[in-house]
């Protein structure tokens, strides 16, 4: 088997030589501070087998952390600070920490948030950012969503987002968003290099569906679960409550099923969990529908999970983009309300159908104290990065540690369930579920 | 102002005259019980004023609690449980206590669980009731739903209940449901009475929208008011963090919107209350859209709560009805997010429209500790009344106070808001919002 | 039976002649508002006998709510308000509405909060207050405590007290506090009299234990109750799962066992409940020790519930008082434990006790929704109170409705939980504890 | 530097020649199973730096999971499952994961659930084990605690325990328990191999200190660190109410302060954290009391973490041990306070100290989603380990693969915080504690 090869070079805006105020901030009063070098690095790849021996000369991953030398003067420093895209828990957090950061540990004390996305740079929206302070982002971890608002979109418009920077005098650009956000900032970064402004531009990963590749979990996701579980509880009281009762839960999941598939490990109580990278059968004796009425025969109740990417196929197609340039979905949740009806009522079968699309009620909800940390551990290893003038990169977990991931990297695939994988057997294992297509 | 005049007579099977032996019980061993006589009564109308003198001679309700006589030979007893209609926090609350007390109380051991509301006393569907013992019964309230399961309709099948109740001897039928259920308890309880079979028929009113006449607080209630206020959280962050951020959260209230009400005073970020109580236009200047477009203009975002049955004069009729003969209802939700999206479009406003339906999560949750007891009084107070040979009543709190409530009386008429009441009131006050009528 | 004679009468600074804007208000555009009537009233005692017959010329209390006439001048109106005492929930929630309340429903602007009780208007300590407006107590109720701090004492000092109050042209007082509390705002509002100085004074009970008089609920308590059950819940889990488990909880209630007897009916696992008012004995053959070890031969586990100010005659009187001059209790939890393990280890019986003190994480929490709303309204009506020109009164429910108690009668005595009565008796059947005292 | 090495390699009881029925089984109908053989390992060290080079030799650990060949005949094989120790959230889900995959994945319809820990193997104390089908355990995981009970010590009666594997033919004995329980489960390993009896021994290493040696993580802690920060909540509320507060909450870590640590990242209002792996003076200018007072003066109050085995230098020995053979520790909380009480008093400065120690409250919770999930896959693995004839081995997460570690060498070291590493690292910035020592 022939591994992929990746390329986890990391750019720098240059020789980083000004030491580092770390060690003497107010924070870290007279301990010593233990700092990350770069040659620090971990493996990529830490699986071995017969076929797969040992490389001697693996890929590696440059370690995050503070850096003895830094490459901004701290005095001199602006720092931005952007969120973008849909809400996910421990945004706050992430603001929080960066600031805290900063502000303690470096002692830079411009840091701004622009408001509602990249249009916070965009003049014509006339949308001034704030001045964030410690006294400011102190407490926001108590509360759901982002301080600095969200939108979608304009992360285009490179040139006059550079312009915005300039004119605040922005150096450190920290971008917390999804995909085509971090796609924006690669650009605003490469055209910010090509100008040869002093600028890094660093990451940090936002996908409440777990979907980000070269990144070991997202943050938000820990939260996302606990709450979606919460309601397929709801939906098991439910079904197991009627006669024939049949409860289908829609929760998040676009491109991947990573929120369906661990809410049901969690739950238990969930017969078939429908993702975006395992296709299904409605109809025929391998079916969807036929196993559910096998379930109702048998156990008198069934609980379905599915993410809301799941079943594309089966739908009409709306050939539509949102601001953010992701498609357009169909909404699989009450399709297949529909289908079940009109399935039993052809059976003339009596069956009770309860659906529950907790949606926003995930999103906006405060990180728990598992996602808190992780949201604080990310905001202050992206706040060191780009003191030490790395920029187009990432910050992730990976292998347990926290790394720089480049951006062309990570934006270059997608994270996804492995239908041949340990998580998918999980689930099987659990929900007892057939494949729902034909054997081949 | 003339005061409606209620009849607020208990119906008992006849004089009690067997020794109760709660003081003798496991449960209060040599702890002197402290009873209840029938002539123990609250009064109804507490409230006076100028106009309204204090009645020398006011309407009267019995005291619910154990009565030193009571009518039923508990070694003969055998009873049954039933629950009807919609799920509620709580249902497995009160089964419990009425296993609990007649058990350990009564020493009755002989209880029966009826499945799936009246149809488990219908003998074709062929569905066995289960015994229930202090064993079975002893962890249930920590899950939500019912043991028993539960279903609509089939309560005008008195004939064949009935049957089903001599077949397996009951004399004590609890029923635990709403209007519909109790409606039919009612029927059963005149139809036994007629045939001279001694079987008292104790009703628990059940009404997730507290809209249940003669009753304070309808059980479950608190516990769907809590789940309501997290929606309306989640819909808050979501508006706050958008440019002309618009959250919906439709929440249960058919005819009546306390559950809206409620929400919206604990959770203090709503800014307007849409109940079946109270009209509203959406057109015009005084229209609920205008006082939107205002609202955002001013602070950039708004959130709404609409119980389920508001604005249904907006809607096409679908003048059908469900199993429990409830009017099925049009979807006010999704309506009203079609109001506001044209509008906005109209209005060229670019709007950010989130819509939240918590539905079953609300249902489907387990009782809080403040239903738990609640329920568990309920419970208590309702096997005492059976015992006593109380029939054809409901157990209710008012002012404060377990009572007695004929069934007739109670199904008589709906609890509903009083727009010109302290609680709309202070929802008023609350959210701001005006009449979105023309003045008269 | 003689019924006690309580004086409802309500002191009122002088004739409320302002017409009330309230109509007007930013909060209720257009809207009619329902003003109350001072000659509404609500009957005090709403049970009757055989022996106790309906009463033609009963006892009322004056109902509270917003009057249509006011005594002070808006414009004029200064009002302070400050916290006293032991944290308990929903105490920012009573501050922020009254600050809303008289903010927007009577366009009063100068609102301070004086700080850490009585403390903050004692001239040595040097606390300055704080201006409260709507943007600084729009969020505070997520946060559990106060935001103006708390502290014992210095209630006497009324002298002093006043001579702030008066630098400050303070005319509404509004004291959120328990029975000390209420004593000195007694105390400052006879003073303020004799003075003839135009000053409402306007308390919102506050105890944790519910135990004041004249008040159906006092505000926290449900909460409180709920953070219990929680505690109850893991001394259960940890008695049950091992050999002669043994878990003792401790919960607040100093002269009442209210929170103690609520949570072990919230929660149906508790064994033994211990109050302050039921005297119990340790040794003998009817003792608490004797009877656990019943249990533990029988069942294996034993759940006890104990209010911190049950069995204080088994314990050295610590002869001491605190700032708020409350008796100092010596610690009846280690207590027990104690003699438990030498009763068990003389009988050679391996016991494991697992103690838990939940204190604080019970005060500090935040209200949850129903008391929110209760806290709401308690302190949207002490504004409408104080407004109209009452004085020396407390704002309570009694029989489900908001009214005014003098404080004179309130503090004349304390709430406790009658042996006799339906509570106790309620704990009792759920417990089946016996009295722990040898038969009379 | 020197790198430590280990010897990884696993036992196995003999070669694995029985087809694996799991892709056949009831659970995973008609999808291909997907094997983990033996030679898939995974690299223990991922670390490399200039001075650390990549191994082209590096050590490597067992991945677990599913293997083609098993050692026992699922229909000849008898399990065995025990807990033992202190509780910890999501014991009752690894209890359940075990019994679902062995009884739906492999057809093993005999599984034993011995009572109270080591205990219920000794004849002596006549405790039946009680059947495990999925029935029993469906439903365990909302439930905290175990329902096999547990208990401490027994684990060196080697033979006794033999000779109730054998009179119960056990073939698989899953021992779910900390550092002392596994050392039991070494040598009855031993033993039973000396006896060529055909057991293989698999533990789950339970510590909610999370100090288990080549394990990323253990299970419970989550859930016990999120309890913890709710403690940690109240104190910051009771310290920030009161003039110079100061809240101190003590949690679990007999040796390592990892839940001292992770809660006051997740919290942000911990001023200082002190864990057994730092030592701190309390006197003198550098000491924790001046430190305290110096953050009074500056911000009013202060909140402190204490792990339960910090500071025990400062405090007398018990020189005693439970039965689990573990130190017993003097009580550092109320030390705490006493040394708090009497410096202030000194210093005439007046102080508020509220004591939290939530203890039970944290081991008795059920697991939350995420630790439900991760139990629910070291008990499956578990179950897949013994099936394939491994022994002596802990089922544990490293480098986020599960891995079969040789229960020697996880037991022949603790986990500990690294002063110098990132965990402490992050503390400190956090908090901005100083390192309560004189300077070197």
Chains 1, 2, 3, 4 share one sequence.
Not at 119 to 148: E, S
Request: hydrophobic share 40%.
């Amino acid at each position: 088997m022939d591994r992929p090869v990746y390329d986890f070079t990391i750019q720098n805006l240059g020789p980083a030589q000004i030491p580092s105020p770390v060690e003497q901030s107010r924070r870290a009063t007279l301990y010593p501070m233990h700092y990350v070098s770069d040659d620090q690095q971990i493996i990529y790849d830490i699986q071995t087998s017969a076929q797969n021996p040992c490389n001697s000369d693996p890929l590696l991953i440059e370690k995050a952390g503070p850096r003895r030398q830094i490459f901004f003067d701290p005095l001199k420093t602006h720092a931005a600070i952007v969120t973008c895209g849909g809400l996910c828990p421990g945004l706050n957090d992430v603001i929080r920490a960066i600031v805290m950061c900063l502000w303690y540990q470096y002692n830079v004390n411009n840091i701004f948030g622009f408001q509602y996305g990249y249009r916070g740079f965009i003049q014509r929206f006339n949308i001034p950012p704030i001045q964030l302070t410690p006294k400011i982002v102190k407490d926001i971890q108590h509360q759901g969503g982002t301080i600095l608002g969200s939108s979608r979109g304009f992360g285009q418009e490179v040139e006059e987002i550079t312009k915005t920077l300039i004119k605040h005098n922005i150096n450190l650009l920290f971008t917390i968003g999804g995909d085509g956000t971090q796609r924006g900032a690669l650009n605003i970064s490469n055209y910010v290099r090509d100008q040869k402004l002093p600028i890094a531009v660093v990451g940090v990963p936002k996908t409440i569906d777990n979907d980000i590749s070269f990144s070991q979990r997202s943050f938000g996701f820990d939260t996302a679960v606990s709450h979606a579980v919460k309601a397929i509880d709801a939906a098991h009281i439910e079904a197991y409550n009627s006669i024939n009762g049949i409860g289908i839960v829609k929760v998040m999941g676009r491109q991947s099923g990573f929120i369906a598939a661990h809410a049901a490990l969690a739950n238990n109580d969930v017969n078939c969990v429908l993702v975006p990278e395992v296709q299904f059968q409605l109809e025929g004796p391998y079916g969807l529908l036929a196993h559910i009425e096998h379930r109702l025969s048998q156990r008198g109740h069934a609980v379905i999970v599915v993410a809301e990417g799941a079943g594309q196929d089966h739908l009409d197609k709306a050939n539509t983009t949102d601001a953010s340039g992701n498609i357009t979905l169909s909404d699989i949740g009450p399709y297949l309300v529909h289908q079940f009806k009109n399935y039993f009522k052809q059976r003339q079968i009596d069956v009770n159908i309860k659906y529950i699309d907790p949606s926003y009620i995930i999103r906006a909800a405060p990180a728990n104290p598992n996602d808190s940390i992780y949201c604080a551990q990310l905001g202050t290893h992206a706040a060191h990065a780009a003191m030490a003038g790395k920029t187009s990169v990432l910050l992730t977990l990976m292998n347990s540690q926290f790394v720089h991931i480049p951006i062309s990297l990570a934006v270059s695939q997608r994270n996804c369930i492995q239908p041949q994988g340990e998580l998918w057997r999980d689930v099987i294992a659990t929900t007892g579920q057939p494949p729902f297509n034909p054997p081949d």
